[in-house]
């Protein structure tokens, strides 16, 4: 089927499941609060399944253009011993592809740069949403891709579901070297990971209960293995970025919401007999979670592969829309949710205080 959609937010998940639903044949517009997208970041872990699911958007070349291959981490102690190997080779060999590391200004500019090849998609800056009843009028589908602090989400579903916090502040930059060991080390109450990202670079990410400065960071990893605090003084304090970690909680009972009744701010602008259109959550509006498993790109990128996937399956017209919407929730809530519980628990193992106990089960997973 074909039809109308408004896409609200221009992150991964926004801008995939734009090109997804134009692949599809539908006239698609999408809408960004920010004057500028966000280029700003680390790098993505990209899954295989989700390099499937890129392959699928006709965006997998230019992935794999500038991504690289995530092999040989391990999870490390502060004094250098390695306790375990991160899973990667299992999943290379089951997938038959490994895992892929690439900065998210690349993936998002390979996403714009696909969704410019149609040249009829507009892609708004600068046009904060509202009244998504108003946006959702005359339309026939509204995607809600605005992230955790969702403006669509909160309009259909309440805010019962909302940002919490889990008290720990993360850090990431990138350093201009690149590092003889890649993986995480994990100390008592706080970790550090290192990633290969670009030739002569290093992708890291740090969490720690509070740490508000740049020399605070620093002394909370004095003293830990080569080349951790070499990556911090290597890169440039200015171009860190430091924020509270935050899951949405709690977990929603659908990622999808039928037809709304107008209501007196949307009526004058509703033709006669006209709903608001049904909404679907993708990406962090639907299930933002911790970046301890490094899913959250992954998911965003699965959740717009499948209601495209969805969509471009039902038949004709608004019962189509809501069985495709349907089928979209069926597929990808459960799976979303325990990702995103999944990545909490994590956390909470890894940032442990009892470290003896944590690390001599880690020692105990398959090599």
């Known amino acids: 089927m074909t039809g109308t959609a408004t896409v609200v937010g221009a992150g991964i998940g926004g801008l995939a499941t734009a090109i997804g639903l134009r692949r599809a044949g ?22 295989p399944t989700a390099q499937s699911a890129l392959d699928r958007l006709g965006v997998g070349e230019a992935l794999r253009d500038h991504a690289v291959p995530y092999r040989d981490a391990h999870i490390r102690t502060p004094d250098g011993t390695s306790i375990a190997r991160l899973p990667l080779e299992r999943i290379e060999r089951k997938a038959g592809r490994p895992e892929l590391l690439i ?4 993936l998002l500019d390979a996403l714009v740069a ?10 708004k800056l600068g046009e904060r949403v509202t009244d998504v009843d108003g946006l959702a009028a005359g339309q026939d589908l509204v995607i809600g891709a605005d992230g955790i602090r969702s403006a669509v989400r909160t309009a259909r579903f309440g805010d019962r579901s909302g940002p919490r916090g889990i008290g720990t502040v993360a850090w990431i930059g990138t350093a201009d070297f690149e590092s003889p060991v890649h993986g995480e080390t994990w100390g008592s109450g706080r970790f550090f990971g290192m990633t290969p990202v670009e030739p002569g670079r290093t992708n890291w990410y740090a969490t ?5 400065t740049a020399e605070e960071l620093r002394a909370a990893f004095a003293g830990w293995h080569d080349p951790v605090p070499r990556i911090l003084d290597a890169t440039d304090p200015a171009a860190w970025i430091r924020y509270d970690m935050l899951h949405l909680y709690p977990a929603l009972p659908s990622f999808v919401a039928a037809a709304a009744a107008a209501d007196a701010r949307s009526a004058s602008r509703t033709p006669a007999g006209a709903r608001p259109a049904p909404v679907a959550l993708v990406g962090d509006a639907a299930h933002a979670m911790t970046p301890n498993l490094g899913q959250g790109a992954c998911t965003a990128i699965l959740d717009a592969d499948a209601l495209s996937r969805a969509v471009a399956a039902a038949p004709p017209g608004p019962a189509g829309v809501a069985g495709a919407l349907r089928a979209y929730d069926r597929e990808r809530r459960r799976s979303a949710q325990r990702t995103a519980f999944g990545s909490r628990t994590l956390h909470r193992f890894m940032s442990t205080e009892r470290t003896r106990l944590r690390d001599a089960a880690v020692r105990l997973l398959p090599g």
């Open 208 to 212: 720690v209960p509070e740490a508000t």
């Open 26 to 47: 539908w006239t698609v517009t999408v809408l960004e609060r920010r004057a500028e997208l966000e280029r700003y970041g680390g790098a993505f872990g990209i899954h």
């Open 114 to 123: 696909a969704l410019d090849t149609f040249g009829d998609v507009p892609l």
């Open 103 to 106: 900065p998210r200004f690349r």
